[in-house]
């Protein structure tokens, strides 16, 4: 069982940046592919950003390419999403989420076995 804890969220002024981290429990998370979605109050969960378990495959929403960047640390068990020139409509709660398969990172929320508890990210004009 892998849990995850998201953290990092806040409140920013339009063009601003955060860093947010996805840290986990269990060592099989290094093996897993992570992805970052966020949501909007009456809106389905998008997808953001993931990342396969070596780093290598890292795959972006359009609306974020450019902006945001997706790393991970095995040693330290954790995911970060690095956002800048957050734009209001980014404005959302962002969730973890890990894939226990080998796949490369995929958009569709149900492929997704682990989500954590999501962390608000408000980009204020």
């Known amino acids: 069982q892998v849990q995850l804890v998201e953290s990092g969220g806040g409140l920013v002024q339009a063009g601003g940046s955060l860093r947010l981290s996805c840290a986990a429990s269990?060592?099989?998370?290094?093996?897993?592919?992570v992805a970052w979605f966020r949501q909007t109050p009456g809106k389905e969960r998008e997808f953001v950003a993931g990342?396969?378990?070596?780093?290598?495959?890292?795959s972006y929403a359009d609306s974020v390419k450019g902006r945001f960047t997706i790393s991970r640390d095995n040693v330290k068990n954790t995911v970060y999403l690095q956002m800048n020139s957050l734009k209001p409509e980014d404005t959302a709660v962002y969730y973890c989420a890990a894939d226990r398969s080998t796949n490369p990172p995929r958009p569709g929320p149900d492929q997704y076995d682990y989500w954590g508890q999501g962390t608000q990210v408000t980009a204020s004009s």
């Open positions: 990342i396969n378990w070596s780093g290598g495959v890292t």
């Open positions: 269990g060592r099989t998370f290094i093996f897993y592919t």
